[in-house]
């Protein structure tokens, strides 16, 4: 962890130095004015129900991903792959070694964007968000665009052994295949349950699904 | 009294058209939500709230039993006309770049002698956080028709500027959101709700100059700092203090990236 920290702040400032036109505006990001920027964050937050002031401490994923020029630039290629790769590890297979739940529960996890703010409580079942950023089903035309459709993703797609790999890992921890993903990492952050992802899987993959009709 | 129940019978009606719009087609449900909102125009509910807060403005009140028409608001003392499309600002006698709602704060302790301890600590929608979005939305209200024009000319206030660029890409808590999550790409949305691409001029203009707004599905006026706090709360970070620097910083960052845009407050949401 720690050593990922250090190597990150020297390729951030190396590629801040390197990169012309970035070495202009390195007054915000990362390194600069760090001490100012800490005490704005411990003094402008307070505790409030679930919702506790130690979110604002970042994992090295958060950290790298909260400068996104940086980020995405072409020298970040490997630090970007060793963050996927951190990620992927991650990755908790089923346990039962089923790939597909319920598809009609999958739907309800999908609509839900319940969960984990300061006005949820800490047994609640959360949702998904999904159709927040992603149309799905045909028969829900309120979605959101900030993801891609995932209209008729099995149909497309088939059920394979990798499909259905790359998906869960994708529904699991979205970084472990896009370090800078926006997408939340469902299964790593304890977001939704091993079933809920279970039964999202179906409402993608299962060809009875109204996804894949 | 009875005219504000009659324009909760008009925000129920119209949430519940949005609401069915939702199942309407897409462009059209973002197009009609535009007609109520044009409709809406002439009788926008905040028109109350501005009343409300320009008689706190200028009646007399706390332990020194003065009102706030003598607040320097950064145009000089009793200037509200055009104020509001120049914060936040840096003032000297406090030494703090301050937006609109924590320079009433001083104004309320200084001239008033009010300790705002509890009106910083209310929650919104009570009636000591009611009072100031009344004010903020008296105050927003006098630079209607008026540019954004916010200085980033002392170094305090291009350091706030980049500490609230900084906070804007800050990721974290259980969904790994930042604000740029949402709001740092051009024509997306949340479910059916267009999200400004605020890093931008016109995002961040059009953001910027139609808040303090009044909200017809919630039946609520909205200064800024309600705006960003439910907007934390959807980030799933923990609450962000009133008037925090936090909270300057994020104004700052998008107010001075708004500059230009002309002032159309208040305004009116969904």
């Avoid at chain 1, 937050?45 to 002031?53: E, L, N, P, Q, W």
């Avoid at chain 2, 019978?9 to 897409?26: F, R």
């Avoid at chain 2, 200064?223 to 799933?236: I, V």
Wanted: charged share 25%.
């Amino acid at each position: 962890m720690k050593q990922t920290f250090v190597f990150s702040l020297v390729a951030l400032t190396l590629v801040v130095a390197a990169t012309p036109g970035h070495s202009a505006d390195n007054s915000w990001g990362s390194g600069a004015d760090d001490k100012t920027f800490d005490a704005m964050l411990q003094s402008g937050f307070k505790d409030r129900g679930i919702a506790t002031v130690d979110r604002l401490k970042q994992d090295s994923t958060q950290k790298f991903c909260s400068d996104p020029v940086s980020a995405a630039s072409p020298k970040m290629e490997k630090m970007r792959k060793k963050i996927e790769a951190e990620n992927l590890a991650s990755v908790k297979w089923p346990s039962d070694g089923k790939w597909l739940g319920d598809w009609k529960e999958g739907e309800k996890v999908a609509q839900s964007g319940k969960g984990l703010t300061w006005s949820d409580k800490a047994d609640q079942v959360n949702g998904g968000n999904c159709y927040n950023c992603h149309q799905i089903s045909p028969k829900e035309i309120a979605f959101g665009t900030i993801g891609p459709s995932l209209y008729n993703y099995g149909k497309i797609r088939g059920n394979s052994e990798e499909v259905l790999r790359t998906t869960w890992a994708k529904i699991f921890n979205a970084k472990s295949s896009n370090a800078c993903s926006n997408m939340p990492r469902g299964g790593h952050m304890g977001i939704i349950t091993e079933k809920q992802i279970q039964d999202v899987m179906a409402l993608l993959l299962d060809p009875q699904s109204p996804v894949n009709q | 009294m009875k005219r504000i129940h009659l324009l909760g019978g008009v925000a129920i009606a119209v949430s519940a058209l949005v609401g069915q719009a939702a199942w309407a087609e897409k462009d059209k449900s973002i197009e009609s939500i535009e007609e109520y909102r044009q409709a809406l125009k002439d009788g926008n509910p905040a028109e109350l709230f501005q009343a409300s807060g320009e008689e706190l403005w200028k009646t007399p009140a706390g332990p020194k039993n003065a009102s706030l028409e003598r607040c320097d608001l950064g145009l000089g003392a009793g200037v509200v006309k055009g104020a509001y499309a120049q914060l936040p600002r840096y003032f000297k006698d406090t030494n703090k770049v301050q937006d609109m709602e924590s320079r009433v704060l001083t104004c309320m302790e200084t001239l008033q002698g009010i300790d705002t301890k509890e009106y910083v600590q209310a929650p919104f929608d009570t009636p000591k956080k009611n009072d100031l979005n009344a004010l903020a939305t008296y105050i927003s209200g006098e630079s209607s028709g008026v540019p954004i024009k916010v200085s980033l000319a002392h170094p305090k206030e291009r350091q706030m500027y980049n500490l609230g660029k900084r906070l804007f890409y800050y990721e974290g808590g259980p969904h790994d959101f930042a604000c740029a999550t949402c709001h740092s790409q051009e024509g997306v949305r949340i479910r059916l709700q267009e999200l400004p691409y605020l890093p931008s001029a016109k995002g961040a203009g059009s953001a910027w100059s139609t808040w303090p707004a009044y909200r017809v599905s919630a039946g609520q006026m909205w200064s800024m700092q309600w705006r960003l706090a439910d907007c934390f709360r959807q980030q799933r970070f923990p609450e962000p203090i009133y008037t925090s620097e936090a909270t300057i910083a994020l104004s700052m960052f998008i107010a001075a990236t708004g500059n230009g845009a002309v002032m159309d407050t208040p305004g009116i949401k969904r």
